[in-house]
């Protein structure tokens, strides 16, 4: 998972998290949990994309953008090396992870 400041980038949103599921289903969960989270929060209304596929789910949390992948469709569109993130430093702590 990474977090991406987007500062300064972009006006659609603040901050953007990038992170990977196993599976199509194990998106959708993700994806439902996380507004279930925000809703419990007190959060505004959340926009999902993307459930019906499960590849990529997009949940727009208004100021947050989250983009849950499936690992190769991660890998195909690199959304990382699209807004510049370094990613060597994510690399090391998945390793480490493993």
């Not at 990038?18 to 959340?46: F, M, N, Q």
């Not at 926009?47 to 208004?62: F, P, R, T």
Request: glycine share 10%; net charge negative.
């Amino acid at each position: 998972m990474v977090s991406i400041d987007l500062h300064g980038k972009t006006l659609f949103a603040d901050n953007m998290v990038i992170a990977t599921g196993r599976s199509a289903r194990h998106i959708g969960s993700i994806a439902s949990h996380l507004v279930e989270k925000v809703k419990k929060a007190g959060g505004g209304p959340c926009h999902v994309e993307g459930l019906a596929q499960g590849d990529w789910v997009l949940v727009d949390v208004g100021d947050v953008v989250v983009h849950l992948f499936r690992p190769e469709v991660r890998e195909f569109y690199n959304l990382e090396k699209m807004w510049s993130v370094d990613m060597s430093a994510h690399n090391l702590a998945e390793r480490a992870a493993i």
